[in-house]
């Protein structure tokens, strides 16, 4: 079975600017997370989605951050406007349990340079 | 929030010696997942644990859920290069299985020849 997809892998941009990420999950799949993960840490979830509802946005800053999930299936997470501290990894996971109970597969990640 | 803590942060091994890495929680844990991440790679699930007490093994890979469910290890025997990466656990958070995942810091296992 295909895995997770992600896109871009790598994206440079200047503070202040915008950028979005795009995922595409397992299929079947209900659950998707959006992760940050910043080097040296581990990954720290942002977002929860469960179909296109959203379970858990508790940890997404949501002045700058915003993420859909429109038909259950995709999902965008977008920056605007980008701060130095948003440079890292961005992971997005699928899941077909809800919660921490099921294997969670990830993507290969999107890498955001902000200068 | 929920928070594991994950020690050594850092270790170095020759290949062929024991690598042990250990998860603590303040609270009891539902269950307890464990991740492998190798360098410039994602997170790939390795297992859960869920049972009070339980011991897993996965070929040179030994994985324990502590008998309170605080606390968590995995033991590599006799590692290999191919063992290098870095490896998370990751415990729900509310101790319960609906709450989101928290990852430990993980520890980096760096094995040379």
């Known amino acids: 079975e295909a895995g997770v997809a992600q896109s871009p892998r790598y994206k440079i941009i200047e503070k202040r600017q915008s950028v979005a990420f795009w995922c595409n999950p397992i299929s079947g799949h209900a659950t998707l997370y959006w992760y940050q993960q910043i080097l040296g840490q581990g990954p720290k979830l942002l977002i929860q989605f469960q179909n296109n509802g959203v379970v858990d946005d508790s940890q997404l800053p949501k002045d700058r951050f915003s993420a859909e999930r429109l038909k259950g299936v995709d999902s965008t997470l977008k920056i605007q406007p980008a701060k130095l501290e948003d440079s890292a990894v961005y992971l997005c996971a699928s899941s077909s349990l809800q919660g921490s109970i099921g294997e969670q597969y990830f993507g290969p990640g999107t890498r955001l340079t902000v200068t | 929030g929920q928070q594991v803590m994950q020690i050594p942060q850092y270790q170095h091994v020759q290949e062929g010696e024991d690598f042990t890495t250990y998860c603590n929680s303040s609270t009891t844990l539902s269950n307890i997942q464990w991740y492998k991440q190798r360098p410039g790679g994602h997170p790939v699930f390795l297992i859960q644990l869920v049972k009070s007490g339980e011991v897993k093994k996965q070929k040179r890979l030994t994985f324990q859920f502590g008998e309170a469910k605080k606390n968590s290890s995995l033991h590599i025997t006799a590692t290999q290069t191919t063992d290098v990466g870095t490896y998370f656990c990751?415990?729900?958070?509310?101790?319960?299985?609906?709450?989101?995942?928290?990852f430990g810091r993980g520890t980096q296992l760096t094995v040379w020849p």
């Open positions: 990751a415990g729900p958070d509310r101790g319960s299985t609906l709450g989101r995942l928290y």
